[in-house]
Nanobody, 123 residues
Framework: QVQLVESGGGLVQAGGSLRLSCAAS????????VGWFRQAPGKREFVAGI???????RYVDSVKGRFTVSRDNTKNTVYLQMNSLKPEDTAVYYC?????????????????WGQGTQVTVSS
């Protein structure tokens, strides 16, 4: 069993930055692929993913060049650095972990989810 806890959300002006963290406990996290998703009213969206060994990452087109996903397996933590934030980035952000080493765009393929952290970007 893995427990995921997101942190780092908040209110920021457009153009600002936030760094989200996804801390895992309960089991070694190094073998898990991790995805970041966001939920706005009526819409759930894959944002970014990272494989267990950092070797593979992916981003939704709308965040490419602005967001960076990374992980520190020694700290059992995955990060989402968000720069140049826009009002349309406003959502609840969730991290999810897959036992299968790699991330998935399909949210149904994940085994564990965090509780989410609110990101609000004002214009």
């Amino acid at each position: 069993q893995v427990q995921l806890v997101e942190s780092g959300g908040g209110l920021v002006q457009a153009g600002g930055s936030l760094r989200l963290s996804c801390a895992a406990s309960g089991r070694a996290f190094s073998g898990y692929g991790v995805g970041w998703f966001r939920q706005a009213p009526g819409k759930r969206e894959f944002v970014a993913g990272i494989s267990w060994d950092h070797g593979n990452t992916r981003y939704v087109d709308s965040v490419k060049g602005r967001f960076t996903v990374s992980r520190d397996n020694t700290k059992n933590t995955v990060y989402l650095q968000m720069n140049s934030l826009k009002p349309e980035d406003t959502a609840v952000y969730y991290c999810a972990a897959s036992r299968n080493l790699y991330y998935y765009v399909d949210y149904e393929k994940y085994d564990y989810w965090g509780q989410g952290t609110q990101v609000t970007v004002s214009s």
